[in-house]
């Protein structure tokens, strides 16, 4: 099983806003988010997927400050996660991890804790993640995570944020795995 986080870039985006859907279906269960009018899982008036994946654009614009990872399981597309750095984090941290997706038949078999672990050794520094309050598998998942990638070295707190109750995780990353870069 080769689990791999590559970059993604602008000509092949798709693959992300493809898979972009399915992941706020899945957050949906948690967020309580409903179809819009246009029955797209966007607030607002996005009418259709295509104008939906154009809102992550921005991701593919600013490459030393948002960085769009595929992840991949022997070659296949598994899932993707976003990481951001300033000046699109608190003062606080060094980067934060935005959003992380793994495709539901992919689940449970360790791919996800490898792409995570991946991402994290990329990128030393203070790290920050949020998971929705209602989201308690995720919660599980990255203690989990976290506590083997840090030693039980992290911190984690419930929070109302400007977009709603979170359970915030941090942590510092000093560690770097060369075969991860």
Do not use: C
Not at 122 to 133: N, S, Y
Not at 149 to 177: C, L, M, V, W
């Amino acid at each position: 099983m080769n689990v791999t986080t590559t970059l993604s870039t602008a000509d092949d985006a798709y693959i992300v806003k493809n898979l972009f859907p399915l992941y706020v279906h899945d957050l949906s269960e948690f967020s309580g988010e409903r179809p819009n009018v246009h029955g797209v899982l966007e607030p607002g008036a996005v009418a259709t997927l295509s104008a939906q994946g154009d809102v992550q654009d921005v991701w593919w614009r600013k490459p030393d400050a948002l960085f769009p990872f595929i992840i991949r399981l022997d070659g296949g597309v598994a899932g993707f996660a976003f990481v951001a750095r300033p000046p699109h984090v608190p003062e606080s941290v060094d980067q934060v991890l935005n959003e992380f997706f793994l495709v539901r038949a992919y689940r449970g078999m360790g791919i996800g804790e490898q792409a995570a672990g991946q991402i994290f050794n990329r990128f030393p520094g203070r790290w920050q993640l949020e998971v929705l309050a209602k989201n308690f598998p995720a919660q599980a998942f990255w203690r989990r995570i976290l506590r083997e990638h840090t030693g039980n070295q992290f911190e984690e707190r419930s929070a109302q944020t400007d977009a709603g109750p979170r359970h915030i995780y941090r942590f510092k990353n000093s560690a770097i795995d060369p075969s991860s870069v």
